[in-house]
């Protein structure tokens, strides 16, 4: 078929499900869709920014089953039936306490713009979650792929450092 308007084939469409934050979202999505797309212009999740589009900066990053993964580079229908965590899921949902790196990000003044700062956050999660209490060479590797143009990194090291000495990374 060919969107007659524009003379293009039009896009082949797939139902699927996403479990993004703990709540399950049946789709109909593009094939050549990007999970990024799909998380900010259908699911309103405008948490994971847009930077580069490229796989090169981080601001995208969100965990599929636990892993940081770059949603720019990443197709929606690839995550069919995969546990999604973006930065909206970080808060707890009952009382809507932020998590502790979110705290300790805060309180080190790991932020400055903040544009950088929901795709460190899931980064630095993932991390975390498996290894409790890396070092700071091992903090510095998992954040490569996050570029802050603003903080110098100091403050968000001593953030993830801050939670990985208290050991709460709930």
Do not use: W
């Not at 589009?53 to 599929?64: D, K, S, Y």
């Not at 770059?70 to 197709?75: E, F, I, R, S, V």
């Not at 932020?111 to 290894?131: E, I, Y």
């Amino acid at each position: 078929m060919h969107d007659e308007s524009s003379g293009r084939p039009e896009p082949q469409m797939r139902t699927m499900e996403l479990v993004v934050n703990g709540e399950e979202r049946p789709l109909r999505v593009a094939t050549h869709e990007t999970l990024l797309e799909v998380l900010r212009e259908r699911l309103d999740l405008t948490g994971a920014k847009l930077g580069c589009n490229q796989g090169e900066c981080g601001a995208c990053t969100v965990l599929i089953d636990g892993e940081a993964v770059l949603a720019c580079m990443t197709l929606a229908v690839e995550c069919d039936g995969q546990e999604i965590l973006t930065i909206e899921g970080l808060e707890d949902p009952t009382t809507g306490a932020l998590d502790p790196l979110q705290e300790a990000f805060i309180e080190h003044h790991g932020t400055q713009c903040g544009f950088c700062t929901p795709g460190t956050l899931m980064s630095a999660k993932a991390l975390l979650a498996r290894n409790p209490h890396p070092s700071e060479a091992e903090i510095r590797e998992e954040i490569q792929g996050n570029l802050c143009r603003c903080t110098g990194y100091a403050p968000i090291i001593e953030a993830i450092q801050a939670v990985a000495e208290g050991g709460s990374n709930d």
